[in-house]
């Protein structure tokens, strides 16, 4: 998350932003609360005071600014800031700071469409604003040639051993991808996703499912990004039979390695490739990250 000062400038104290912007939101909320309570003590004073309720009110009115002032001090206390902290960097940093979770549930685990790690925030926020799944795909692809990159800044952290003979395929994956080739870099980029779940996400597609099911109200907030990360492996994985099944709208491994389906080999459908092979990529590099430092981890899948 990335706070931003007055002057427009990226601020390094977030905590005081933070503590400042927290006191703007919920001081007028307690003060509201507060205010029938005002109001009754006037109602039961009034039949024996000669002041008028205005100046009782006006009397009141410091008392209620001081409470107000020390819950929220009470609020920001250090302990409650460094949770805020810890809770800030286990969730993506391309999310915006107001994200709604239902949305994004919608988009990763609905569409299938990867938004952790990439695309960047300005561009999560569009693709959330976004009416469905094809206009969606449609703001991604309008930015197509600032994604790129931004996928190769995201797998240059990549270093983990377990895809080794994957990794280099990577960016040959998004050479296509830049060079026009959008049918081969979804080709590939799919096979590299295919590859990386081997050993990690393993089992038939509803094994697949429920491992990669996301519900933000059910996990720990460590695990949010890493499961969010992995949440649109569920459409990628999903079952498809010719002449049997409806054709998955969105990315699928089924459609674009068994059949081979032209309609199927789009250039929307290429940069979904691509971006979720960065994001699975990525999440596996968390994933063993997360094993490192503490090991029983390692005996969960993601």
Known sequence: MVVVGDDGEPMDDWRAQLARTLAEQLAPIFAATTAPLVDRVVEQLSPVMTIADERITEALAPLLESVTAQWSDTLLSPDFLALLEQVRRELPDNWPEDVDLDDVTEVIQDDGIPLVWVPPAAVVEEILEASDREARVDVLLTHIDDLIPDCRRVLADVHTTRPARQL???????????????????????????????????????????????????????????????????????????????????????????????????????????????????????????????????????
């Not at 590299?192 to 907030?221: N, S």
């Open 168 to 302: 280099p395929l990577a960016p040959r994956a998004l050479d296509a991808l830049e060079a026009g080739h959008y049918e081969a870099a979804q080709a590939l980029a799919v096979v590299i996703i295919d590859a990386t779940m081997v050993g990690w996400i393993t089992g038939a597609f509803e094994a697949v499912q429920e491992t990669v099911h996301f519900d933000p109200e059910e996990l720990p907030y460590d695990l949010i990004r890493l499961h969010a990360a992995v949440a649109p492996l569920r459409n990628f994985k999903q079952r498809y039979f010719i002449d049997k099944t409806p054709r998955p709208p969105g990315l699928n491994r089924q459609v674009t390695v068994h059949y081979a389906e032209a309609e199927h080999f789009t250039r929307g459908n290429a940069l979904v490739a691509c971006l979720l092979m960065t994001s699975v990529l990525r999440a596996l590099q968390d994933f063993e990250d997360m094993h490192a430092e503490d090991p029983q981890a390692g005996e969960q899948q993601a």
